[in-house]
């Protein structure tokens, strides 16, 4: 019903940066908050950050705070984040997210469809 595909992994090097992309199918789009969270080997999904459905407000995990910045272009059916000074421990897959309620969340729970992921890794 819903397609999430990542785009934009790949390797950097600690403080640099890298943008990930997440395109979207469906036509409920502009009404569905939209999430990244990322995982590593042995552990749960970890919440990056959120934006509700027309941008309005967003929601970032205390780590990435003032590093990752989240977007959404509506009229393309796109998710953005910007990832700048990169460390080490942003190592991930990370994953777009949808809810199907248009409020942002912080709760891998709220999210019913999950994209695919894309690795991103960091070196130090």
């Known amino acids: 019903q819903v397609q999430l595909v990542e785009s934009g992994g790949g390797v950097a090097q600690a403080g640099g940066s890298l943008r990930l992309s997440c395109a979207a199918s469906?036509?409920?789009?502009?009404?569905?908050?939209m999430g990244w969270f990322r995982q590593v080997p042995g552990k749960e999904s970890e919440f990056v950050a959120s934006?509700?459905?027309?941008?309005?407000?967003?929601y970032y995990a205390d780590k990435v705070k003032g590093r990752f910045t989240i977007s959404r272009d509506n009229a393309r059916n796109t998710v953005a984040l910007q990832m700048n000074s990169l460390k080490p421990e942003d190592t991930g897959v990370y994953h777009c997210t949808r809810r199907s309620s248009g409020l942002a969340s912080t709760r891998a729970v709220d999210f019913d469809s999950w994209g695919q992921g894309t690795q991103v890794t960091v070196s130090s």
């Open positions: 934006v509700n459905y027309n941008g309005a407000n967003t």
């Open positions: 469906g036509r409920t789009f502009s009404t569905s908050a």
